[in-house]
């Protein structure tokens, strides 16, 4: 089956044209002007812009979370992706203590072998640091997982900082990376034990346990470690200020440091904890939501290149769940929905709002994500001979996100009643139409994909 799009805005990292793009056995085959193919169904998507599919870099589909698992597992959480112009998500399979890395994998794999609607891979999270585990870092690499995650908080999954610096020096050795959670876990014990004492049990207890500054403390001392190690290193889900100066301060002192953030930062506050009726559960996440001029600020460095990826955290769980934590606010299951907002919500409220440019928006959701996770050039551009993976957004197209209707397996929404213009319209998956208008129409073409290693280039300063 062939596809022509016609006179679509084609969006890279460096800027837009207007050209035809063929789609043909599931892949790109030819970009020109005035492209004609007998065989080929024609689709006039003028005034429309024609991105790389998106990449989600960062979820948790199917996860085991404070005695309870998440709300949408890979069927779910790759169609509601697939949804909102993602093609590709990468998860994080988890080494538990006691396992192999392996074992973690194998795991995971076993998770995602049901229906999925977009490509995926995994991250592995490294929770326990052996001689062995370190004899399989190469093993991962070779089955096509080619980036680790760290914890610096969670008892079940934290290293400490030695076994950090001995993690990051063998990625390194490896040609690749490790994401790591930052925040400072024994101060926010200490913190939750005080509020605990005194009596402060709300969903407001969560963001004063966890402030923005054990978060910096923690980017900072990652930063040390990385630096020490000669060794690339991302901070992940980047909340606040304060950190993201220990990231640039970093950068300025020749730490190869990249930086994530997530929707829920960009356009969510901590005022949103301080809902009557336990309402503010629903946001809770860690890091938590911080303040508008945080937004301001992440915003900015988004602009400027500082931030690398925008990548949602998405780990979702309905309001029953989040019910678990009603009379102790630790037992709140921590994460929000996003998979299926993000690439709206960033083209609305982003690009359509002038904070940055279509080209940025490329970055941050396909052409960063592909290279900095092995993906590119199969992943993340438009190019003769990659992946027809592509997302039309329609910048006329108003959509209000609503938690009716959506295809992500929460009964509610975080961004409920936000009224968007400029919406995803289309998604081809490898050349596969699934989703036409905003409605998902075919799932279950997802696969695994093997990943190679990663691109360190950073594009600072680009509009």
Known sequence: ?????????????????????????????????????????????????????????????????????????FTTGTAAALAGGTTMIIDFGTQYHGESLAQGLNNWHAMAGGENSCDYSFHMSISEWTPSVKNEVADMIEAGITTFKLYMTYPAMMLDDGEIYEVLKTLKEAGTFAGVHCENAALID??????????????????????????????????????????????????????????????????????????????????????????????????????????????????????????????????????LGR?????????????????????????????ISPACACRILSENPARLYGLYPKKGVLAEGSDADITVIDPEKEKLLTKDGQVTNVDYNPYEGMKLKGAVEKVFLRGDLCVEDGKLIRRGLGRFIKRGLPDYRHEEGLA
């Not at 860690?286 to 500082?306: M, S």
């Not at 998979?339 to 609305?348: A, C, M, Q």
């Open 1 to 73: 089956m062939k596809t022509l799009l016609k006179n679509g805005i084609l969006v890279s990292g460096k800027g837009t044209r207007t050209a035809d793009i063929l789609l043909a056995d599931g892949v790109i085959s030819k970009i020109g002007s005035d492209l004609t193919d007998a065989s080929a169904e024609e689709m006039d998507v003028s005034g429309k812009y024609i991105y790389p599919g998106f990449i989600d870099a960062h979820t948790h589909m199917g996860l085991h979370v404070a005695g309870t698992v998440t709300a949408d597992d």
């Open 190 to 323: 200490a913190l939750i034990r005080e509020n605990k004492a005194g009596g402060f049990l709300t969903p407001a207890a969560h963001p004063a346990s966890r402030p923005d500054t054990m978060e910096a403390e923690a980017v900072h001392r990652l930063m040390v470690i990385a630096g020490e190690a000669k060794a690339p290193v991302m901070a992940v889900h980047t909340t606040n200020e304060k950190a993201l100066n220990e990231i640039i301060a970093a950068r300025k002192a020749g730490v190869n440091a990249f930086a994530e953030t997530c929707p829920q930062y960009l356009f969510l506050d901590r005022s949103l904890y301080e809902l009557p009726d336990f309402e503010g559960a629903r946001y809770v996440c860690a890091p938590p939501l911080r303040t508008k001029k945080d937004q301001e600020v992440l915003w900015k460095a988004v602009k400027a290149g500082v931030i690398d990826t925008v990548s949602t955290d998405h780990c979702s769980f309905t309001l029953k769940q989040k019910e």
């Open 327 to 355: 009379n102790d606010f630790t037992k709140i299951p921590g994460g929000l929905p996003g998979v299926e907002t993000r690439g709206n919500l960033i083209f609305s409220e982003g690009v359509g709002k002038g904070r």
